[in-house]
């Protein structure tokens, strides 16, 4: 059973920084395409930071290339939003999803319940 659990969201004033952690399990992690996505009240959920199976490729949503990292810990079937210089426009639910390829060859996704990123002073 496909699981997702984010933790490391809170309260941080403008300029600071949060790490985001996703524990995975259910599935293998290491064969899966892992991204970030947040939702902010009255907006629709975009898509923050993605990160290929083996780490090749790494892309950013223009509003945080430069403030945010995505990573992740294969042996650990996690991954990682480090996040920094954090704005208020930054507040918002953070979801964590799996990207999978099924045995009849296309993709599925998986989400996580999310954890709450609050920047303000």
């Known amino acids: 059973q496909v699981q997702l659990v984010e933790s490391g969201g809170g309260l941080v004033q403008p300029g600071g920084s949060l790490r985001l952690s996703c524990a995975a399990s259910?599935?293998?992690?290491?064969?899966?395409?892992m991204s970030w996505y947040r939702q902010a009240p009255g907006k629709e959920r975009e898509l923050v930071a993605l990160i290929t199976a083996v780490s090749t490729n790494r892309n950013y949503a223009d509003s945080v290339k430069g403030r945010f990292t995505i990573s992740r810990d294969n042996a650990k079937n996690t991954v990682y939003l480090q996040m920094s210089s954090l704005e208020p426009e930054d507040t918002a639910v953070y979801y964590c999803k799996a990207t999978l390829r099924s045995t009849f060859g296309n993709f599925v996704d998986y989400w996580g319940q999310g954890t709450q990123v609050t920047v303000s002073s």
């Open positions: 259910g599935f293998a992690f290491s064969s899966a395409i």
